[in-house]
């Protein structure tokens, strides 16, 4: 019954705001939160793939599959495809530069990140 006299002090118009607006916030900080994770990912393992490409150390190479797992609790099928490529093509120059350019495409749509290729401006 306490309910009641609430819903009459303060109107049913605005206890229906104020989830509305609970809500929202809500979604928007899990929204910002997978957002965060997933830039976190795709940095570590871009860091990680330019270690490798110049080291070219057994090290390297597991800091770089380290990071693609880490792509894979994270990132959609399309950015996880273009990482696969990316290994696939590792004796291939030509096969590797459509690959770069696969991946490119795959993480500036998983992040938002407007652009038509390279030297757009954002």
């Known amino acids: 019954m306490i309910l009641l006299p609430l819903l009459t002090a303060f109107g049913l118009g605005s206890v229906i705001t104020v989830l509305i607006q609970a809500a929202v916030a809500q979604l928007a900080q899990k929204s910002g939160r997978s957002f965060e994770e997933r830039k976190a990912a795709y940095v570590g393992l871009l860091e990680a793939y330019q270690r490798a490409a110049v080291e070219g150390t057994d090290a390297a190479a597991k800091e770089f599959a380290y990071w693609q797992m880490r792509c894979d609790l994270v990132a959609p099928e399309d950015v996880r495809v273009g990482i ?34 390279r030297g757009a401006a954002n």
Not at 87 to 116: C, F, M, Q
């Open 84 to 117: 696969a490529r990316i290994v696939e093509t590792n004796d291939d120059p030509g096969g590797r530069a459509v690959a770069h350019e696969s991946l490119k495409l795959a993480l500036r749509a998983n992040l938002g990140i407007a652009g038509k290729g």
